[in-house]
T-cell receptor, first 114, second 117 residues
């Protein structure tokens, strides 16, 4: 069983640029959530995708957007990058079966904005 | 809205000594509770979870946690730590009412555990 994978592992961008981060969900999972973890802080929920539609969003501006594909993989896009966007971006996948959906996290993509 | 407070940002502890990491939450509705561990340069790994039933929950690597509804706490404990337990630990909650929305997690700020030989 393949776990959650994310690419790239590290990324350096300049303020104002755009970035796309990718996530492949664990086999059999149909839901993907994205979290931002700033240095020294806990992860914060950005949004979640279920069956290719956004299904819940945290307190992040519209320049943070996403996609989910028919194979349940997902992308996180951030436009007009700001210095404060520097963080570890975590993807988590889950399967909607039963009353509780445990989330399995990938290793993350570390984004540095200069 | 729900929130999670981890009262200790850092906890130094000697090898083979016990450790307790404190977590308090605030929510107007019932929640699921979790502890995750994050090793350097890695993602999050679930240590244990409380969904319902017994308030004492046992997890992986010898960790356990106790849910106290009246004190809105979910403290994590291990009776004897190893060097390999050096990591960052996060407490998190998820609202029962939002289970259909995929159990969005709200995390605390984390507690860094440093195990000394």
């Amino acid at each position: 069983e393949t776990g959650v994978t994310q690419s790239p592992t590290h990324l350096i961008k300049t303020r104002g640029q755009q970035v796309t981060l990718r996530c492949s969900s664990q086999s059999g999972h149909n839901t993907v959530s994205w979290y931002q973890q700033a240095l020294g802080q806990g992860p914060q929920f950005i949004f979640q995708y279920y069956r290719e539609e956004e299904n819940g969003r945290g307190n992040f501006p519209p320049r943070f957007s996403g996609l989910q594909f028919p194979n349940y993989s997902s992308e996180l896009n951030v436009n007009a990058l700001e210095l404060d966007d520097s963080a570890l971006y975590l993807c988590a996948s889950s399967s909607r079966q039963g009353a509780f959906y445990e989330q399995y996290f990938g290793p993350g993509t570390r984004l540095t904005v200069t | 809205a729900q929130s999670v407070t981890q009262l200790d940002s850092q906890v130094p502890v000697f090898e083979e000594a016990p450790v307790e990491l404190r977590c308090n939450y605030s929510s107007s509705v019932s929640v699921y509770l979790f502890w995750y561990v994050q090793y350097p340069n890695q993602g999050l790994q679930l240590l244990l979870k409380y969904l319902s039933g017994s308030t004492l929950v046992k997890g992986i690597n010898g960790f356990e946690a106790e849910f106290n509804k009246s004190q809105t706490s979910f403290h994590l404990r291990k009776p004897s730590v190893h060097i390999s337990d050096t990591a960052e630990y996060f407490c998190a909650v998820s609202l029962l009412a939002l289970k259909a929305a995929g159990n969005k997690l709200t995390f605390g700020g984390g507690t860094r555990v440093l195990v000394k030989p």
